[in-house]
């Protein structure tokens, strides 16, 4: 529901007011910031909880494997810096960082997204029908 209905609005009203020259001379930062933080980000989450739940530092109940953990870690990656933004405008920050910090959490959203849809479909296939050739396709 949150991806199909609330999502597109707010990024909707987000990119419709958003400096688009500051955003496009800045593209590549924001581009670093939000698809490899992002994915760093899954990845070492997704992989730390499953590094703890192999070595038996989770509850013995819990039926989890590493797909399951990797989309955990593709929800809980995505960070949406409204209250630094506030603040930033609130200070009067440098035009050039507001616009990474705002083009990132933007882009992010997005990211996050195709994320877990990835994630979700691995673990509805089941790791015995994932072929290496899954991976790159998504």
């Excluded at 990797?70 to 009067?92: M, Q």
């Excluded at 997005?110 to 790159?136: C, M, Q, R, W």
Aim: glycine share 8%; no cysteine.
């Amino acid at each position: 529901m949150f991806f199909l209905f609330l999502l597109p609005p707010i990024v909707l009203d987000s990119g419709y007011f958003m400096p688009s020259r500051l955003f496009f001379d800045n593209i590549g930062a924001i581009l670093t910031y939000a698809v490899v933080g992002t994915l760093w980000n899954s990845f070492a989450t997704g992989t730390a909880l499953w590094g703890l739940h192999r070595a038996g530092l989770m509850d013995p109940g819990v039926e989890a494997g590493l797909m399951d953990f990797l989309l955990f870690g593709s929800l809980i990656s995505a960070v949406d810096p409204v209250a630094v933004l506030a603040v930033f405008e609130e200070v009067h920050v440098n035009e050039t960082l507001f616009i990474i910090v705002f083009g990132e959490s933007l882009l992010n959203d997005a990211v996050t997204v195709v994320l877990y849809k990835v994630f979700n479909s691995f673990v509805e296939l089941g790791p015995a029908h994932i072929h290496a050739t899954d991976y790159v396709k998504g």
